[in-house]
């Protein structure tokens, strides 16, 4: 299971926001490029990052950023969300050395993007799925959909997506711990790999999540812990390449 360190771009500063409001966000550098070394020299093996300005413009607003981390880490797998929501923006960020597409709001509103996409971009397309109470929000989370998680991680099983990121909004930056059993039952849902994210606060998360990480679950994102300091991202890493069943 990978731990994978979320860097989160808003008007090209580094922050994290509580529960996904613009509004209550705490600015952590205004390098991200130099937080990206961080978290690289820290034993990070992927890095997540999104564009938050992208989310609610629907366009990527911080893209030179991005640019910036891929071509300073060529050889890093990178993850992009926010605002991805036309292939041009995809062929773009694979272009600069972006790895991975977070389709998010696209892959609720049209969910034909998505197949499309992954027949155009193998292997390269994640969709992220952010539920609140199960059910799937959109628009930088500003909307809440009365579609189920769980059904749509199903409806994407056939298209060829690489795994699924599912964000549980209500725990989210709030440092109050993972939601596992959630995390689990998207697992169930569908043969696409998890990767959880959202209330990572501790060690004890991670340890949570690798014990049921053989039902479905590739990785964890954490953001809020690694930047105060109560999660480190080499011993979690550690614990995971080294995880034994009893």
């Known amino acids: ?134 059910l799937v929000a959109t628009d930088g989370w500003a909307e809440v959909s009365d579609l189920r998680a769980t059904e749509l991680a199903k409806r994407f099983e056939q298209d060829g997506v690489s795994s699924i990121v599912y964000t549980d909004i209500a725990r989210d930056g709030m440092m109050q711990g993972v939601n596992v059993e959630a995390t689990v039952s998207m697992a169930h849902a569908s043969s696409i790999p998890i990767i959880a994210s959202g209330g990572i606060t501790n060690q004890d998360d991670i340890i949570a999540l690798r014990a049921v990480a053989s039902q479905g679950i590739c990785g964890a994102i954490t953001g809020r812990a690694i930047y105060e300091g109560t999660l480190s991202v080499q011993e979690a890493q550690a614990y995971c390449d080294n995880f034994q069943t009893e």
């Open 1 to 134: 299971m990978l731990v994978i360190p979320a860097i989160d771009l808003k008007d090209g500063q580094c922050v994290r926001l509580r529960q996904g409001l613009m509004e209550d966000s705490t600015v952590f550098s205004d390098d991200p490029v130099a937080t990206a070394e961080k978290w690289v020299k820290a034993g990070a093996r992927r890095l997540h990052l999104v564009d938050l300005n992208g989310a609610f413009d629907g366009q990527p607003v911080n893209g030179e950023v991005v640019k910036a981390i891929a071509q300073q880490f060529p050889n890093l797998p990178i993850q992009i969300g926010g605002g991805i929501r036309s292939m041009d923006t995809i062929e773009a960020y694979l272009a600069v050395g972006v790895n991975y597409l977070i389709i998010g709001t696209q892959a609720v509103k049209q969910p034909e993007f998505v197949s499309l996409a992954c027949r155009e971009f193998e292997g390269h397309i994640i969709v992220g799925l952010d539920a609140k109470e199960g």
